[in-house]
T-cell receptor, first 115, second 110 residues
Framework: AQSVSQHNHHVILSEAASLELGCNYSYGGTVNLFWYVQYPGQHLQLLLKYFSGDPLVKGIKGFEAEFIKSKFSFNLRKPSVQWSDTAEYFCAVNAAGGGADGLTFGKGTHLIIQP | NAGVTQTPKFRILKIGQSMTLQCTQDMNHNYMYWYRQDPGMGLKLIYYSVGAGITDKGEVPNGYNVSRSTTEDFPLRLELAAPSQTSVYFC?????????FGPGTRLTVL
C-alpha cells in the first residue's frame, strides 16, 4: 500500500514570496504523482501530474513540481505566489499501471498568502 | 459538459437514519470513486467502480454501500448513519489515470 506525507500542514507567506511544499511518498513500485488544489468552498482541481519522462512538470497557474525518484519526493513550487493562491494543497499518488486504482492522498497543506 | 455533479450539497441526518448521496458524470468515464474528507486529513477512498455492474471496496468501506447500474451514476448509500460518518464526501471519475472531482456533499450526523 502507498502512503503520502506532506510535512508542512500550515504555511503562511507574503505575496511575491517563493513557495515550496514538500511531498514524500512510500511505495515499492512505479507511481503516478499528482498535486490537487482546493480553493475555499470549492472542489479539488488538478494542478499538475507526473506519469513518466521529464521529472520537472509544469502545471496551471505557474506551478511546477519535480519528481526525485531517489528521494521519493514530488515537491510543489511556485516562484512568486499571489493572494489568490490561498488554498489547501494535496499531494496524491497511485500505482502506475493500476488502471482504476484510487488515489492515496496526503493530509494536505493549508497555504495562506498575506497581501 | 457539467463534469461530475453531486447532490445534495448539504445534509443533516439523525443517528440511525439512511440516505443516498448521488453522483453523476457526463464525460463517459468508466472509472468512478467515492472519497471522504475529514478535517485535517486527506481524502480516503471508500468505494470505486471500473464500469457498470462492477464495484470494489476502498480503504474505508464500512458503513457504506454502492451500486453502478449505469456508466453515468454511482450512488453512495449510508444505511445506519453514525456520528463517525460526519464528513465531506467527494465523488470522482476518470477515463485513464487522472481523476476529476465533484463539488462534494457535506454530511453531518447528529
Amino acid at each position: 500500500a502507498q502512503s503520502v506525507s506532506q510535512h508542512n500542514h500550515h504555511v503562511i507567506l507574503s505575496e511575491a514570496a517563493s513557495l515550496e511544499l514538500g511531498c514524500n511518498y512510500s511505495y515499492g513500485g512505479t507511481v503516478n504523482l499528482f498535486w490537487y488544489v482546493q480553493y475555499p468552498g470549492q472542489h479539488l482541481q488538478l494542478l499538475l501530474k507526473y506519469f513518466s519522462g521529464d521529472p520537472l512538470v509544469k502545471g496551471i497557474k505557474g506551478f511546477e513540481a519535480e519528481f526525485i525518484k531517489s528521494k521519493f519526493s514530488f515537491n510543489l513550487r511556485k516562484p512568486s505566489v499571489q493572494w489568490s493562491d490561498t488554498a489547501e494543497y494535496f499531494c496524491a499518488v497511485n500505482a502506475a499501471g493500476g488502471g482504476a486504482d484510487g488515489l492515496t492522498f496526503g493530509k494536505g497543506t493549508h497555504l495562506i498568502i498575506q497581501p | 459538459n457539467a463534469g461530475v455533479t453531486q447532490t445534495p450539497k448539504f445534509r443533516i441526518l439523525k443517528i440511525g437514519q439512511s440516505m443516498t448521496l448521488q453522483c453523476t458524470q457526463d464525460m463517459n468515464h468508466n472509472y468512478m470513486y467515492w472519497y471522504r474528507q475529514d478535517p485535517g486529513m486527506g481524502l480516503k477512498l471508500i468505494y470505486y467502480s471500473v464500469g457498470a455492474g462492477i464495484t470494489d471496496k476502498g480503504e474505508v468501506p464500512n458503513g457504506y454501500n454502492v451500486s453502478r447500474s449505469t456508466t453515468e451514476d454511482f450512488p453512495l448509500r449510508l444505511e445506519l448513519a453514525a456520528p463517525s460518518q460526519t464528513s465531506v464526501y467527494f465523488c470522482a471519475s476518470s477515463y485513464g489515470v487522472t481523476q476529476y472531482f465533484g463539488p462534494g456533499t457535506r454530511l453531518t450526523v447528529l
